[in-house]
């Protein structure tokens, strides 16, 4: 339901779900409030699970550098309630706190490997201009494999999907991230 006054979807709790859903609520186990709104649309997150599972557990790249790209772009559009969730899961991915502080200086701040560099700079490009940059996608060209490059590309798309509608459906944060 939509709550005009808000301007906001509210989450529809998992009892509430369309029984199609089953394989979706195995898969998420706690679903956050984020796949609550999109339970509204049943169609939508079925479709949606198998790419953001690819994303989050088969992507080509490390945890380490999933993370980095999903953090910066959390940053570059302003999306709290994604910075807090993927705050906790870059620490999991082995990112210490001082470096997910830095993720908000950027590519150009001291401390990151050439590799990392690169990919806050294509999270700030592709946000930025919709594509990465020429001299960064030569370098990211001459590092990363192909599967690399285009999970970088839709890592950051989905993200910035995600932002979109986390902001736009102004989605409440859970109280535990």
Not at 66 to 80: F, G, P, V
Not at 101 to 109: H, I, K
Request: with cysteine.
């Amino acid at each position: 339901m939509t709550d005009a006054a808000e301007g906001r979807l509210t989450p529809l709790p998992p009892a509430g779900w369309d029984p199609s859903l089953g394989r979706v609520k195995e898969s998420l186990g706690t679903p956050l409030n984020v796949h609550n709104v999109m339970a509204r649309h049943p169609v939508l997150l079925d479709a949606w699970l198998d790419f953001r599972n690819h994303i989050v557990k088969t992507s080509a790249l490390t945890a380490r550098e999933r993370e980095l790209l999903i953090l910066r772009t959390a940053h570059n559009t302003s999306a709290a309630y994604e910075w807090k969730h993927h705050v906790v899961r870059g620490r999991a991915a082995g990112l210490t706190d001082a470096e997910i502080a830095r993720v908000r200086e950027g590519p150009d701040a001291a401390g990151w490997s050439e590799e990392e560099a690169l990919l806050l700079r294509a999270a700030d490009d592709i946000h930025g201009r919709t594509e990465i940059a020429r001299p960064a996608w030569a370098a990211m060209c001459a590092r990363f494999d192909d599967r690399q490059l285009l999970d970088v590309i839709f890592t950051v798309g989905t993200y910035l999907i995600m932002s979109t509608v986390l902001k736009t459906a102004r989605v409440p944060m859970e109280e535990h991230p």
